[in-house]
């Protein structure tokens, strides 16, 4: 009689059921198999289409250096940062949105997956004829080239001329600061200065 009430068990030791952890474990069996089974019964898995290069420009810029007003209630296209309308979020800088749209989420949320599909050489031969007649020479030649040259050249002279025409402004203005208004020479002597401008004491 160490003081302990009667019936409780002070030993504090857990006792396992044997019978009952078997029964548990050979559940658990049945279920992974079940779900085998069902995984079996979906059918094949998507069939994603190989990455595509973009036919479209990425718009990072249209909205630089503009002020929005932000509020929380705001649908998520009007918040602050680049939305993406397939995945429906909001990213917070370019870089991010950039890594966004590359990235394996968008991706498979258009159909595909990140696998790059083998070119055949008639492929790449093809794409080349196709660059080739985006690039074509014909519409840049050397006279397209001579008349930027020549524009530029006009420009950069013309930027020249006003910043001549601005410091001899200024240069006008310092000067017309500095003349004072027509001095009695006699007063002029008595306050100690002879004379401005070009008279030069030898």
């Not at 857990?14 to 089974?37: I, N, V, W």
């Not at 296209?77 to 949105?97: I, L, P, R, T």
């Not at 690039?135 to 040259?149: C, G, M, N, T």
């Not at 007063?187 to 002879?194: I, L």
């Amino acid at each position: 009689s160490g003081g302990n009430p009667a019936g409780v068990d002070n030993t504090f030791r857990r006792k396992f059921d044997k019978e009952e952890y078997l029964e548990r474990a050979r559940q658990r069996e049945r279920d992974e198999k079940d779900e085998a089974r069902r995984g079996k019964d979906r059918g094949p898995p998507v069939q994603r289409q190989p990455l595509k290069h973009r036919d479209y420009e990425v718009d990072l810029e249209s909205r630089l250096g503009k002020t929005q007003v932000v509020t929380p209630i705001a649908p998520l296209s009007q918040q602050a940062g680049y939305y993406c309308s397939v995945c429906e979020c909001v990213v917070k800088d370019s870089a991010n949105y950039l890594d966004h749209i590359n990235g394996k989420k968008h991706q498979r949320a258009l159909g595909m997956s990140m696998r790059v599909e083998r070119a055949s050489l008639e492929q790449v031969q093809k794409r080349f004829e196709a660059l080739k007649k985006r690039k074509d020479p014909a519409s840049f030649s050397e006279q397209d080239l001579d008349e930027r040259i020549w524009k530029q050249q006009q420009e950069e002279e013309e930027k020249k001329r006003q910043r001549r025409e601005k410091k001899k402004e200024k240069k006008k203005e310092q000067a017309g600061q500095n003349e004072p208004e027509d001095i009695d020479p006699d007063v002029a002597a008595m306050m100690g200065f002879g004379g401005f401008g070009t008279s030069s004491k030898k």
